[in-house]
């Protein structure tokens, strides 16, 4: 039996521009690594085929490139996705790169979301996409419970192929969670759990990189007589990630969660040792989006703890009666404070990506503050992990037809760990630097949604970025087509 698949192309063709010569804050956070981050244009074409929900065995496939022109007048071809996958049941697997889903979207899923982290503290989307495998588990129920208890998560492998201190190290992903489902209430419980490893270290050469050294990774060991000294004391690679709660209550046509998410460096922020920090989100929405507000988030962003103000301290003379001689850590007790989010000590890029942080957009990269930032060279890290910071963003439809998002944050920033703070990229306290940011972003659709009118309007202040307006204003047009398959019953 023959049957018709959609097909889903696009193709946009945008203009950025910021009174301060960079494009602003909003303009190109989580916007996958693709917007120019000065004034110029970007064009992108892209196409896809989703799963076809009728089959047993179902296909997917989908890729997109992007083209910019900024400052620098190059012209700067940039593939972004590039995937085909397969899914039976619950158990679907993706090849290739492919942008991370997002949560809490905006009234259109053009707008992207209204989080600050898209619902993932570690991965929001704000980083180009990295080439790899996903093997996932969509929500399963456990036998017995009646759709009670659900078990969801993936396991990935990746690779970072971008200019970085450590050459083309492999990144690993393990996702899980539990979803507890009574009456309207739902609960998420959720660990996202990341490690760098293996690659070439201009230092000491090839890291660890055999399969011994992958199970070692994958199950937060130590690292064997091959690994760093460092890894040999810790545990093999850079690890890190994030513990979700979320608790959702669904009413008649609207929805409301609370949610904080952890995030974590090592064992003590495993343990909870770093409460508060985390990003708290408090959203609302409507199922029915032909509203002038659909949908309203704020989020509470929190990270001054990162489990104390010292990682270690010295020992007593009583202390050093019980420790070993030969330790690395003779003479100290270690406390685990100091947790310097997204940065390490060896894998000096941290958690960044084509120059770019891969998680929370407002830990923002080394030298954005002092302007030397450039995603075309090696980034040592983040200069700014200890925030506080409120967000608020609205959605809907202006005149219940055209779709819109508004977006205001202000975080408080105080930099990194002062143990941690880089030479080459501190200039001294920032004794808790003010930045704002907003935007008004928009959708205008015509003949009949094919081809839609883009017009954003920015505005940042403060002493982190460049103060000063900016403005977007992108044309696309979508087109479905069909496609032929074959369907057997």
């Known amino acids: ?8 192309s ?18 190109t956070a989580n916007s996958f690594g693709l917007m120019p981050e000065s004034n110029g244009m970007m064009m992108m074409a892209n196409a896809h085929m989703g799963f076809d929900e009728s089959r047993k065995v179902q296909f997917r496939w989908g890729a997109s490139v992007a083209a910019r022109i900024d400052g620098s007048d190059i012209f700067q071809p940039i593939p972004d996705e590039l995937y085909a996958g397969i899914r039976w049941k619950v158990l679907a697997l993706d090849l290739g790169m492919k942008h991370t889903e997002q949560d809490y979207m905006a009234s259109d899923s053009v707008l992207g979301s209204l989080s600050t982290t898209a619902g993932r503290l570690c991965w929001s989307g704000n980083a180009r996409t990295v080439p790899g495998y996903t093997l996932r588990l969509e929500p399963w129920s456990i036998p017995g419970t009646k759709d009670i208890l659900q078990l969801y998560g993936h396991w990935g492998d990746y690779c970072a192929i971008d200019t970085r201190y450590v050459e083309y190290p492999w990144v690993h992903n393990m996702q ?9 209430f739902s609960l998420d419980l959720r660990i996202d759990h990341y490690a760098m490893w293996a690659g070439t270290d201009p230092k000491y050469g090839r890291m660890p990189s055999s399969f011994a ?13 091959s690994g760093s000294l460092s890894d040999q004391i810790n545990v093999l690679g850079d690890q890190r990630g994030a513990e979700l709660i979320r608790l959702n209550y669904k009413g008649n046509g609207w929805k409301i969660s609370v949610a904080h998410e952890i995030p974590y460096e090592d064992k003590s922020g495993m343990r909870f040792v770093n409460f508060p920090d985390g990003v708290n989100t408090l959203s609302f929405s409507f199922d029915r989006k032909d509203r002038w507000v659909s949908d309203v988030v704020y989020e509470f962003i929190y990270t001054m703890n990162q489990s104390g103000p010292l990682h270690e301290r010295p020992a007593t003379e009583e202390e050093m009666a019980s420790q070993d001689p030969s330790h690395p850590w003779y003479g100290y007790i270690v406390l685990g404070g100091e947790d310097d989010y997204f940065n390490h000590e060896e894998y000096k890029s941290g958690w960044t990506f084509w120059g770019r942080t891969a998680g929370l957009p407002l830990m923002t990269p080394a030298g954005t503050r002092a302007g030397s930032w450039n995603r075309n060279t090696v980034t040592l890290g983040v200069e700014n992990n200890k925030i506080i910071a409120h ?3 609205v959605s809907g439809l202006l005149f219940r037809k055209v779709p819109y998002k508004l977006m205001l944050t202000w975080s408080q920033n105080y930099g990194v760990p002062r143990k941690h703070r880089p030479v080459e990229t501190f200039d001294g306290d920032w004794s808790g630097y003010g930045q704002f940011c907003s935007a008004f972003t928009a959708v205008i659709p015509l003949l009949k949604g094919r081809l839609r009118i883009m017009p954003g309007i920015y505005y940042d202040y403060g002493k982190i970025l460049t103060s000063g307006f900016g403005c977007t204003v992108g044309l696309s047009y979508t087109l479905e087509t069909k496609w032929p398959t074959f369907h057997k019953k």
């Open 391 to 393: 967000h608020v963003a």
């Open 10 to 27: 696009s193709f946009m063709l945008l203009g950025a521009f910021g009174t301060g010569g960079s494009t602003p804050f909003w303009a």
């Open 1 to 8: 039996m023959t049957i018709l698949a959609d097909i889903v």
């Open 213 to 225: 050294d992958y199970f070692r990774m994958c199950f937060g060991m130590k690292a064997s007589s």
């Open 176 to 184: 899980l969670g539990l979803k507890l489902n009574v009456w309207r």
